[in-house]
């Protein structure tokens, strides 16, 4: 920092934003992706999505050091949200105090302390916060070396480097940002530049490989999930529909990122000597980038934290904009405190209530459904004599049950084609396998019950009843959730190949 004075504003704001994602926090693994990185600490093989590709290695290696402290994976992750959220405001309040000043400054830090979507990303065991960290400090070094500043040009290289260890998509994101920024600067430093990126990382990516089991095992498990999740629905094999959704799920995630003050950029009373050129084209070679693989690429509204991204240079900007409002609207100060008292109180409600993926009261009934189904199900049966068949799901879905009742045999359905030849994922003991026979020492499954809310879940789960000979079924019902059981022998309905092979 420049100046003594303003750290009084960021130990408000950074002991502001460590509490509230402290208090706030998941205690179970929240999201399919959570279960993934949790089980990749204690064995990392993406080939079974521990975790899924692209691994995410140094993540799972941060995770790992913060589990020598906590002892618990949930913990640990969540831990590392919350230190990047934090760091994610220190770097967001020194650019915006860079560019438009100290009052633009404590906005754009309020503005993220309050953002509804930063928040639960603060609070869970996921990736997003830790990429908007990387994010907003490769901003910062990339606007010092674009302004002058070349000393800057080998810490560029290193953050770009471990971001892509953390998440692989930074890289390709991020990285025409990096490359705008060192386009000035002396050819000898571009070259040392370019060095040390490529030694840092091959200093992780040769590791990761390595715990891959090769480089066959890792792009063969890569291109399995993007064909399987993303390569039918791009722009150039699918309808332009589907880009025109991805688009209005931008916009909606912009809401659910600032909510309230989204409303910001109307504001009228910005003065345009305010703005500097360029300022606004390293913040649109920033973000373009991303916005434009969201639009024509990939997004789904499950994965919302791929906008946190962005999170940095739109903090800054609303900052501002919010700044300028402040200081030059016509409304008596009184009235623009009542203004900005119910922006932050209509997120906060947004962030507690909203009837969403990404709020507090989302992951509170999760976790309560996850433990009373945790509490019911060996009611059922042992772990000796019945297994799990669990679906593919983010919430209540294979990877919850898996983890959760690691006693159990647990079996994913549908069973899957890898390389020509039928297998289903299994879980027992918290490890993944992949199986090439049904197993036939037990006398009775149990399919695990998906979430109590949502149509989509329920019309799901009557497809698979239907493939089951309704005589031989029974449902319990124990702690709110219906259990439906079934003999062993009934096994084939559901993974009719592996049956076949197993004969």
């Known amino acids: 920092m420049t100046s003594r004075r303003y750290l009084p504003d960021l130990l408000s704001l950074t002991s502001a934003v460590a509490v509230t994602r402290f208090v706030f926090r998941s205690h179970l693994l929240y999201d399919l992706d959570s279960v993934d990185f949790a089980l990749g600490m204690r064995r990392f093989d993406p080939h079974v999505y521990q975790p899924h590709p692209p691994s995410y290695f140094l993540y799972v290696c941060l995770g790992r050091l913060l589990n020598l402290i906590f002892h618990d994976a949930n913990l640990s992750l969540v831990v590392l949200s919350i230190l990047a959220s934090c760091g994610v405001v220190v770097v967001i309040y020194q650019i915006a105090l860079d560019w438009f000043g100290q009052s633009a400054a404590r906005f754009a830090g309020i503005l993220f302390l309050f953002s509804p979507l930063a928040w639960f990303h603060g609070t869970v065991a996921l990736t997003y916060i830790v990429e908007a960290f990387f994010s907003a400090l490769l901003g910062y070094l990339c606007w010092r070396v674009y302004c002058g500043d070349e000393k800057f040009a080998l810490p560029v290289s290193i953050f770009l480097g471990l971001s892509a260890g953390v998440r692989p998509s930074s890289f390709l994101f991020l990285l025409p940002l990096c490359l705008f920024s060192l386009r000035r600067i002396a050819t000898w430093r571009i070259i040392l530049a370019l060095t040390v990126l490529a030694l840092v990382l091959l200093s992780w990516f040769v590791p990761m490989i390595i715990a891959s089991g090769g480089l066959a095992s890792y792009f063969g498990a890569l291109s399995q999930l993007w064909k399987a999740q993303a390569e039918k629905t791009t722009i150039f094999n699918s309808s332009p529909t589907y880009s025109i959704a991805r688009a209005f799920t931008i916009a909606f995630i912009y809401f659910l990122l600032f909510g309230a003050a989204c409303l910001a950029p109307f504001a009228k009373v910005v003065r345009t000597s305010a703005i500097d050129p360029r300022k606004t084209r390293f913040t649109l070679v920033w973000i373009i980038p991303g916005l434009c693989f969201f639009t024509f690429i990939f997004l789904r509204f499950v994965n919302s934290g791929y906008l946190l991204l962005f999170c940095a240079p739109a903090c800054v900007w609303l900052g501002f904009w919010t700044s300028e409002w402040y200081t030059h609207a016509t409304l008596r100060k009184p009235l623009k405190i009542v203004t900005i008292s119910i922006g932050c109180i ?158």
């Open 346 to 503: 209509a997120n906060i409600v947004i962030f507690l209530f909203a009837p969403l993926y990404c709020s507090y009261g989302q992951v509170r009934r999760f976790e309560s459904e996850l433990r009373s189904i945790q509490a019911a199900l060996p009611q059922i049966g042992s772990s000796s004599n019945t297994l799990i068949v669990s679906y593919d799901s983010h919430f209540l879905g294979f990877r919850h049950a898996g983890y959760y009742l690691p006693d159990y045999l647990n079996l994913e359905y549908p069973e899957i084609n890898v390389r020509g030849s039928t297998r289903v994922f299994s879980m027992q003991g918290r490890d993944t396998r992949l199986l090439t026979q049904l197993p036939a020492s037990y006398s009775q499954f149990v399919l695990f019950p998906l979430p109590a809310q949502g149509k989509v879940y329920q019309k799901y789960q009557q497809t698979i009843l239907a493939k089951l000979p309704t005589k031989t079924l029974r449902t319990i019902r124990l702690n709110g959730h219906d259990f439906v059981t079934g003999p062993a022998t009934d096994l084939p309905f559901l993974f009719p190949k592996l049956a076949a092979t197993s004969k």
